[in-house]
């Protein structure tokens, strides 16, 4: 079984040393990791094979690296012309993604708000601000982009990790109130109403980033394609001969392995796990999903949660909330919420629950049988 699903998941790389896009501030005193910005039109890479599906023959794959995560886009195509144009304009959309909301390419507009306290942002920016608004709303502020300045006094933006003091995030949980960012959706621009206030989309980025691709690669009559940027995976339709993806869910214990496979068509698979970026002090561990109640890393039992949905902003958003709500919050959450996603939870004692749509599409390996919920 191990051996059958490693030789499945082809395509669902390994997001633990890419966990979140790196987000320094240029102020005194902190190391500020400034990156150039992409070229847009750079050549790629693209890889093509014979797919041995008649009706689309060639398949087409590239590797890039943006939004700091390694990132994999496959296609079926009916030309290698189709293939290279879609691959193409999808990468120009994810370097030009990252150029403007990096929190780390200087001349982002990302980067002008969070020195400067003001910036406009164009339709990305825009389309960000506003899913992170409701967002915000409908997790009841757990989702919180404006977390930022304590994800900073961790030392995730930098590497540099150290454990902040109570004092320390005493003082900046009032600065991660996202209700001081002001936002005109019309005119796109954005202000930090406070010093040292800062944003990140590193919660959601992924998952919005593939809604675009996905759009792109529809725009360029592609109707079977696989995405995987950072290990958050998107599917356009199925195989070409009618057969579902098969995505693996990475073990917390050992990333590079899966715990079980989720056999899909047409919907994003998007997890947020403790082991994705973390490190050590005095023997114990610090993760980067923040607790806006608490300024810390949550700590609500849960390893990893896996949401399936057809919203990549969505799924993404939700798996960073309900790794701080915990399995019964996350639960209750999804009785409330489950006409727009299902989800995988893996605790600290690898026990599994699945919501019981996923159950026939769910195939255990390592953890056992789930718990089913529904
Ligand atoms: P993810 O990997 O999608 O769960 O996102 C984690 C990243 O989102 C972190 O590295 C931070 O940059 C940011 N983040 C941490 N805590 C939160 C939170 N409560 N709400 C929104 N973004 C967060
Ligand atoms: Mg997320």
């Known amino acids: 079984m191990k051996k059958k699903l490693a030789s499945l998941l082809l395509f669902s790389l390994s997001v633990s040393l890419f966990g979140c896009m790196n987000t320094p501030q240029e102020k005194p005193g902190i190391e500020v990791e400034k990156r150039e910005k992409h070229e847009e039109d750079q050549a790629l890479n693209i890889i093509f094979e014979d797919s041995d599906f008649e009706t689309l023959p060639i398949k087409a794959s590239v590797d890039l690296f943006a939004m700091d995560t390694v990132m994999q886009l496959s296609l079926y195509a009916k030309t290698q012309e189709q293939a290279k144009k879609a691959l193409e304009a999808a990468a120009k959309e994810l370097f030009r993604l990252d150029n403007e909301l990096s929190t780390n390419i ?10 400067t306290g003001s910036a406009h942002f164009d339709q990305a920016g825009k389309d960000l601000m506003k899913q992170s608004i409701t967002y915000y709303q409908k997790t009841d502020g757990l989702f919180n982009i404006a977390i930022y300045p304590i994800v900073k006094a961790w030392g995730f933006t930098t590497n540099h990790y150290q454990v902040p003091d109570t004092k320390t995030i005493n003082k900046l949980l009032p600065l991660s109130d996202f209700n001081l960012v002001k936002f005109d959706e019309n005119t796109g621009e954005v202000t930090l109403t406070k010093e040292a206030m800062g944003i990140d989309f590193g919660g959601i980025a992924k998952g919005y ?109 939700y798996a960073t909330t309900l790794f701080i709500l915990g399995k019964d919050g996350a639960i209750d959450f999804w ?40």
């Open 209 to 317: 980033a593939s809604d675009r691709v996905l759009e792109i690669f529809k725009a360029h009559k592609i109707s079977s394609g696989l995405l995987s940027l950072g290990g958050n995976v998107a599917l356009l339709g199925e195989k070409p001969n009618g057969s579902p993806f098969v995505v693996g869910i990475q073990n917390p214990n050992d990333p590079q392995s899966y715990f079980a496979a989720l056999s899909l068509k047409d919907i994003s698979v998007i997890t947020s796990g403790d082991y994705q970026r973390f490190f050590e002090d005095k023997g114990k561990t610090y993760h980067h999903i923040i607790d806006p109640r608490t300024g810390k890393p949550a700590n609500n039992g849960l390893r990893s949660v896996t949401i399936v949905s057809k919203n990549g902003s969505l799924g993404d958003s």
């Open 335 to 374: 009785q409330k919420h489950k006409n727009e996603f299902d989800m995988v939870l893996v605790d600290k004692d690898n026990k599994v629950t699945i919501t019981k749509p996923l159950a026939p599409f769910y195939e255990e390996n390592d953890f056992g049988a789930p718990e089913i919920v529904g």
């Open 106 to 115: 200087t001349t982002s507009q990302l980067y002008q708000l969070n020195t």
